[in-house]
């Protein structure tokens, strides 16, 4: 079994037997990740009938998505394979949504888009045809009218599904394709910087 857990957009937790999604939880609330990640997961494993001892890797979510947010489901899935000794697999989490465009029936140009916030979208392009949906480019980061591939059919998503992540995993681990980087896709600086030193104190 898989545990898969997305937090660049809403909060989704999946448990997996497979390629089959047998528990799927999502909140679409972009400002709460720390407070439901930890009953997303509990509540998958209960919905799944599993314990932790039954997971065999967990999929990870690795944005693009805003720090904060995205930050706190990596480091939640890192913990939890931590725990159990198992691996993390990590995936682009546009991903997972241009697989459900194909998995719908979905075929040609397709661009992801999801809320970046400070008036910013994050973007990814794919090409979905008979053998799958591929990343043609991205992702990026972009005002909403300086979008590009106009083209291409628009996906906004406002939450991605934990499940279609791990299915993306698993179609992947199946082909021998290359793991994805261990890296979070924040693709800006967070809004906190670091202090230049300490600030003289006059009376």
């Known amino acids: 079994m898989l545990?898969?857990?997305?937090?660049?957009?809403?909060?989704?937790?999946?448990?997996?037997?497979?390629?089959?999604?047998?528990?799927?939880?999502?909140?679409?609330?972009?400002m709460r990740h720390a407070e439901v990640v930890g009953a997303l997961i509990a509540g998958?494993?209960?919905?799944?009938?599993?314990?932790?001892?039954?997971?065999?890797?967990?999929?990870?979510?690795?944005?693009?998505?805003?720090?904060?947010?995205?930050?706190?489901?990596?480091?939640a899935a890192k913990a939890f394979a931590f725990g159990i000794g198992r691996s993390?697999?990590?995936?682009?989490?546009?991903?997972?949504?241009?697989?459900?465009?194909?998995?719908s029936g979905a075929r040609g140009p397709q661009l992801v888009v999801t809320d970046a916030r400070r008036r910013e979208v994050y973007w990814s392009a794919y090409v979905l045809d008979e053998s799958g949906a591929h990343r043609v480019d991205g992702p990026g980061l972009s005002r909403p009218d300086d979008l590009p591939h106009p083209d291409a059919a628009r996906i906004d998503a406002a939450?991605?599904?934990?499940?279609?992540?791990?299915?993306?995993?698993?179609?992947?681990?199946?082909?021998?394709?290359?793991?994805?980087?261990?890296?979070?896709?924040?693709?800006?600086?967070?809004?906190?910087?670091l202090s230049a030193g300490r600030k003289r104190v006059t009376a």
Not at 88 to 103: C, G, K, N, T, Y
Not at 159 to 180: I, M, T
């Open 3 to 30: 545990l898969s857990l997305d937090t660049s957009a809403g909060s989704s937790a999946a448990v997996l037997d497979g390629a089959d999604v047998v528990a799927e939880r999502s909140v679409a609330d972009t």
């Open 44 to 75: 998958v494993l209960d919905d799944a009938g599993a314990t932790p001892r039954d997971i065999e890797d967990v999929v990870a979510g690795m944005g693009p998505g805003p720090f904060t947010g995205l930050r706190v489901g990596i480091a």
């Open 88 to 103: 993390i697999l990590p995936v682009v989490s546009h991903d997972a949504v241009a697989f459900e465009a194909w998995h």
């Open 159 to 193: 939450v991605v599904s934990a499940g279609a992540l791990g299915r993306v995993a698993v179609e992947r681990a199946r082909a021998g394709a290359a793991p994805e980087p261990d890296e979070a896709l924040y693709l800006r600086s967070p809004d906190v910087t």
